[in-house]
Every structure is written in C-alpha cells, then in structure tokens.
C-alpha cells in the first residue's frame, strides 16, 4: 500500500503593525490579500510606515 501525501501550500501572513502571524488559504493567483490583520485590524499589515516594503508572504509546506 502506498502512502498518501497530502501536500499543502499555506500563505503565512506577518503584520508589518504587531508582528501578528497568521495563516491563509488564499489563492496568490487571484491576488487576494487579507483587507486586514486579524488581530490589530489595520488594514496596511503589509507597509512599514517608513519605506514601503513588499509584503512579507512566506510559503510553508505542511
Ligand atoms: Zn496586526
């Protein structure tokens, strides 16, 4: 019998704001970005105040 995999991409979003860590299903094709971080509600999680950075977005196998 062989093993099933299941394989998994899950986005894994940080709060630029609170540093809140929070996972997403959301599919990057479609460009869908959570509106806001779940925790302190700011809806610029992904900007640094200062320099505008790209979102931090890192992908995890589980
Ligand atoms: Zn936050």
Known sequence: MAKKYV???ILI?????CGYEW???LRLEEGLLPKRCPR???PYWDRKRKNGR???IQ????
């Open 59 to 62: 992908k995890a196998m589980v």
């Open 40 to 42: 302190c509600g700011s």
């Open 13 to 17: 979003y940080i709060c630029e704001r």
């Open 23 to 25: 996972e997403s299903r």
């Open 7 to 9: 394989e998994k991409t």
């Open 54 to 56: 790209k979102n931090k």
